[in-house]
């Protein structure tokens, strides 16, 4: 795994600690201000990166190693629990690329035009999921309607939980999320494991009934059931060394 990400999450936490803010172009910015934070950082690492446009993904493609990076900025108090995901479920691989995502947390009503990261959580793909063969299709079909000449989109959106809603600890705080066995930075240090466990059921399908609004899921069992997948948290040296944990629920899966 590169170590891409080690050292960019190291200038995100220096850029926090040392107040540097999001600086909001319009009060109609409701997407790129945290993402032209976070290429700020990129450009301090001196790596070479490529930007997305609007409806790729990830939203930033690192050049000389196969890793991406996917923003999702978070006003505070406010939706944290949840992101929605229109054109790609979450994975920690896709088109042959270690997938990260970025949650930064940032003041809901700011008094001005530049505000704080107020905390930051960096994780890989597979800790949102680690299902890496499912492709995101939207298909269509015709001859709805009156006249038989409407067409339905099925456009699918994912509803993800954030880290933020996953673990106990990471508010106020910086925390870096890794599958374990990640090769050791002398500049961050191990803040807890993280066992996530495969459901017992997989969804493959679904049906929606035009009349009555119901969607009914197809499900089968998971060959994988109960199986763990490991991850290690780490914090820069020299910052809050406090433990983090699983919240409740997820270790009763």
Known sequence: MSQTVITIFIKCVEAITQGVLIQRVSSTDKEF???????????ETGFNFEIGGRNSYPDFRMVKSTDGYELKG???PGRSTSFDSNSQVPTGLHNGRNIYYVFGRYPKN???DEYPVLDLVICHGDFLNVDHEYIHKNKSVKGFGSYGDIMIRDRKMYVVPTPFH???GLAHQCT????AGTQKNKNIISVGKLRRKEASELIVGYSFN??????IPKKIPNSNKGKEHIFQAWRVKGTSSQ???LNSFENKK
């Open 176 to 179: 870096l999320i890794l599958p």
């Open 110 to 112: 700011p008094d001005g």
């Open 243 to 245: 433990k983090i944990s």
């Open 210 to 215: 035009l009349k009555t609004n119901q969607i």
């Open 33 to 43: 201000h945290f993402q032209n934070w976070f290429k700020g950082r990129l450009k």
């Open 74 to 76: 978070l006003a505070y």
């Open 166 to 168: 996953l673990v106990k």
